[in-house]
């Protein structure tokens, strides 16, 4: 059974909850995929450390609000904080566990010191208020999120349950792009590690909101060990949960008016194709025509050759329905519409593209050649809003 708990400590602003527990079933395997950015915070780099060496954990924390980032003492402040949920958890469960069975996790500004006081004082009542319910959780994590993001796949006893924050300093460099968290029942598979990688990276890890890759990325995915489920289910129900909260979190990034998903196929091998997603989903002055919703397509060109990947002769399709692997969207038409041609911008209906990029979200098809190669990334356009919302941070 997992149980969740989000509380207010006083360290974000009007009362808001800023302060999760997660207590897990006691066989539990836990895994870890983190950030790529060679600053990482230092409570990130510890949590990396114990999930390599150990796979398991009683206790996940997040503080959220404070990064909990290079400035002076935070190693200080993460271990007052790991001693007191320690303490707490053996007072209330009469079962002992170490430091290194306790995941700390933190999202917010860098480089601020933590006012860790308000959050020890509070580790008891977050304790108090654990539940089966995880809204609470959900709540307490998120930052600059204008909503949750919470998803389930449920089959039988068998579940996937999915929790992820995230609106902005979002860039697919690795394979997590935000902080989320898969809770399953399910026992953890041998070898499952690399498909886990594989999942996350092709979707959850597929999000490029503003080219920014935060200092505190994480995905933890936690095993109950209670059900023995088959591997390719599995997958698939963890697949599912990952493309919706991928879809959620682009739709939620600061400012965002559209999300397009980026499909290249033909390219020499897939990661030629995923680089070439990541040139054109973080062209600023495509974004730009994203929002103006104008179609400018001389800006994927550009950006597909600075992508200095192999490519051939170019088609690029703008289509009005969109799908993310499991994530689909009802689309009341199915308009296709033919904008380049042998890397050349050709005659196209202006009124149906324009008519096409007003929908919330669509997709941007595009052939670079004829190889095996292919991926598919979600980006956001760039409006004013964003701006306003890094101004006062």
Do not use: W
């Not at 490519?311 to 380049?340: A, N, P, Q, T």
Request: net charge positive.
């Amino acid at each position: 059974m997992f149980l969740f708990s989000g509380i207010s400590c006083g360290i974000k602003k009007n009362s808001k909850k800023d302060f999760a527990l997660a207590v897990l079933p006691k066989n539990s395997s836990v895994i870890g995929f983190f950030t790529s950015n060679n600053l990482k915070s230092e409570v990130i780099a510890r949590a990396e450390k114990i999930l390599k060496s150990k796979k398991r954990a009683r206790v996940i924390a997040v503080v959220s609000g404070n990064a909990m980032c290079r400035y002076k003492g935070v190693e200080k402040d993460a271990e007052k904080i790991v001693k007191q949920i320690k303490k707490v958890f053996q007072e209330k469960t009469q079962e002992k566990i170490s430091e290194d069975e306790i995941i700390l996790l933190a999202t917010g500004k860098i480089g601020v010191k933590l006012e860790t006081e308000k959050i020890i004082d509070k580790v008891k009542e977050a304790f108090e208020k654990l539940s089966e319910n995880e809204s609470d959780f959900s709540s307490a994590i998120i930052t600059t999120d204008k909503v949750e993001k919470v998803v389930k796949y449920q089959n039988g006893k068998f579940f996937v349950l999915g929790i992820a924050k995230g609106a902005g300093m979002i860039f697919p460099k690795f394979s997590a792009t935000t902080l989320s968290f898969i809770f399953t029942n399910s026992t953890f598979p041998k070898g499952f590690e690399k498909k886990l990688y594989e999942v996350i990276s092709e979707t959850i890890g597929a999000v490029n909101i503003d080219h920014s890759t935060s200092t505190n990325d994480s995905c933890i995915i936690s095993f109950g060990n209670e059900i023995k489920t088959d591997e390719k289910n599995l997958e698939k129900a963890i697949r599912y949960v990952l493309s919706y909260l991928a879809v959620k979190i682009a739709e939620d990034g600061e400012g965002v008016s559209h999300v397009v998903k980026v499909e290249v196929k033909g390219a020499k091998d897939n990661l030629s194709a995923r680089k070439i997603c990541e040139y054109i989903s973080g062209s600023m002055l495509l974004k730009c025509s994203l929002a103006g919703e104008s179609p400018d397509f001389g800006r994927i060109l550009a950006a597909i050759g600075s992508s200095n990947e192999k490519i051939g002769k170019i088609k690029i399709f703008l289509r009005s329905d969109f799908s993310f692997h499991s994530y689909r969207e009802k689309s009341k038409s199915k308009e296709k519409l033919k904008v380049v041609e042998n890397s050349k911008i050709i005659e196209f209906d202006t009124k149906k593209a324009k008519d096409i990029m007003k929908n919330s979200k669509y997709t941007i098809e595009i052939q670079v050649g004829n190889g095996k190669g292919k991926f598919q990334m979600l980006m956001t356009d760039l409006t004013e809003e964003y701006v306003k919302i890094n101004l006062t941070l």
